[in-house]
């Protein structure tokens, strides 16, 4: 009975400790209410100063395999934000423009050196058994491939898109042509191809002269920063797939989203005619496409380049003025014609597009009596929009630009002082790391032993083979 009793007693206990267990693990449950854990979560902010956390792309390693004027554009930049970017150049020559207009005898060119800043310079012939085994060592050390050769040329030299797939699947392999695929893929391009295959050269000029190519490397420059976004897309995308993608600009793309503009005006061409051109103005009928709009300003604020004093003899003493329509009355007393403010064929913008010919003649007879930079000061008092137009003399000398880096003068050990571009993007917490150009293979060695981590005795051979060296050298060598 007893025992019967404490059984009894025994299993009502165990029944309420099962219970206060059962109660234990709701309770213990309960937590998962508090903020789920979020993977990839970004690390809490530095409390750094601003500019000390280290640079943007601090651990990006970048095989350079490019050469003249769009690719090297894309891996400066994103050397001076931190990249470590390694230019593979071929033994004894490099990349071409090292030695094209060339100002300074034995000397790099500037067209070299303001391109290539920040980089380190490794040489390696490419199509050499022992150099493509070294190549194939950097493909696996490095984050991006960019390369800029004609179409077909890397995959000449083996570093085909699968074979580096294969050993890195980690890398992006970016690439600027000239074409995308189409008919005219296989075509060799040069910046005014580009402008002219981009519909800019179309569309830039007046409309009695021939199509004309501007001044900015829109074709070069202007595709190496595409291509540098489409690297830091492809890397954001990597922390999430793991893998590496094909990252490819071409020229003629990159120019036409600059001229993006055009092909709007071209589609409003089956609407009427373009209004904000003055040959609108001007009475002359407009063709099937987007005309060459001289210095017209692209938008509905209607602008021009005007004389100032001086420009008889100097070619840039021009400005540029635009007659934003909310400024209007502060230019009509500018210019000494307070009645046009209220005359009916002048006082609003759609009245004065038939006469912005005669509106220009006026504003220029008052900008002749100043200096460009007279216009501007007394200009930006009113809120008028004018820009002077600046030499290059006048950019390089400019304090301004040379405050915010945008202007940077650096030293070179064989052409002495030289000023380059620095990064025209400002970044708060990155400042831009804005160094020389290295000389051809000045960092062969450091690149083999810190990089790739051979051995002098791996680097003895490896120089020995002749994989790294000129053909002269190479004959020495053997
Ligand atoms: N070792 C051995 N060979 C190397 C080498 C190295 N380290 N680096 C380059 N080469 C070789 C290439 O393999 C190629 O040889 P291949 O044609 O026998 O295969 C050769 O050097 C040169 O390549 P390529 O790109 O054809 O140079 P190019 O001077 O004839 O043409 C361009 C120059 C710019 C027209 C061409 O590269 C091009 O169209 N690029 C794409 C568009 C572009 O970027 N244009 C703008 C330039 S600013």
């Known amino acids: 009975m007893v025992m019967r009793t404490k059984t009894k007693r025994a299993k009502s206990k165990a029944a309420a400790d099962k219970s206060a267990r059962k109660v234990a693990k709701l309770n213990m449950k309960k937590p998962a209410t508090k903020t789920p854990v979020r993977r990839n979560a970004p690390p809490r902010p530095s409390g750094k100063p601003w500019g000390e956390a280290g640079r943007a792309l601090d651990g990006v390693r970048i095989l350079d395999f490019t050469h003249v004027q769009s690719g090297p554009t894309c891996t400066q930049l994103l050397a001076y934000m931190g990249a470590d ?3 593979v150049e071929r033994p004894g020559i490099g990349d071409v423009t090292r030695d094209q207009l060339r100002d300074v005898k034995g000397a790099d060119s500037l067209y070299f050196t303001m391109l290539n800043g920040s980089k380190r310079s490794i040489t390696i012939d490419s199509k050499h058994p022992k150099g493509r085994e070294v190549l194939d060592r950097l493909v696996k050390a490095c984050d991006v491939l960019v390369e800029n050769f004609a179409p077909g040329a890397l995959d000449r030299m083996g570093l085909t898109w699968e074979h580096i797939h294969k050993v890195n699947p980690r890398m992006i392999v970016a690439s600027v042509k000239g074409f995308g695929p189409g008919p005219y893929e296989d075509c060799k391009v040069y910046e005014n191809v580009a402008q002219c295959a981009g519909g800019s050269a179309s569309t830039t000029g ?3 002269g021939p199509p004309l190519v501007t001044g900015a490397q829109i074709g070069d420059s202007g595709t190496g920063l595409h291509l540098a976004l489409g690297i830091v897309a492809a890397l954001f995308q990597r922390n999430r797939t793991g893998r590496g993608q094909k990252v490819l600009c071409a020229m003629q793309d990159g120019v036409l989203n600059l001229a993006r503009v055009k092909l709007r005006d071209q589609q409003r061409l089956r609407h009427g005619p373009l209004t904000e051109y003055s040959q609108y103005g001007e009475g002359v009928a407009f063709g099937l496409a987007t005309p060459r709009a001289g210095n017209d300003s692209g938008g509905g604020q209607p602008g021009w380049i005007l004389k100032c004093k001086g420009w008889e003899s100097d070619p840039d003493a021009y400005v540029y003025f635009i007659t934003q329509a909310p400024v209007w009355g502060a230019i009509c007393d500018l210019i000494g014609k307070p009645e046009w403010k209220s005359d009916p064929d002048y006082a609003t ?5 038939p006469r912005l010919r005669k509106i220009f003649d006026t504003i220029e007879q008052w900008t002749m009596s100043k200096t460009k930079f007279e216009v501007m000061d007394i200009c930006n008092g009113y809120d008028i929009p004018v820009g002077p137009i600046l030499s290059m003399q006048e950019l390089a ?3 301004s630009l040379r405050a915010t880096g945008t202007v940077v003068e650096v030293d070179h ?12 993007i400002k970044l708060s917490d990155s400042p831009a790391d804005v160094r020389r150009s290295p000389l051809l293979g000045e960092h062969t060695d450091e690149v083999l032993r810190v990089v790739l981590r051979c051995s002098d005795k791996e680097i003895s051979e490896i120089k020995a083979s002749g994989a790294l060296s000129a053909p002269e050298k190479k004959a020495e060598a053997a």
């Open 349 to 353: 913008p759609p009245a004065r597009l």
């Open 397 to 399: 000398e400019e304090p």
């Open 413 to 424: 050990p064989t052409r002495g002082p030289y000023l380059t571009v620095g990064n025209p």
């Open 85 to 87: 970017v390694i230019k």
């Open 206 to 208: 007046f409309r009695d």
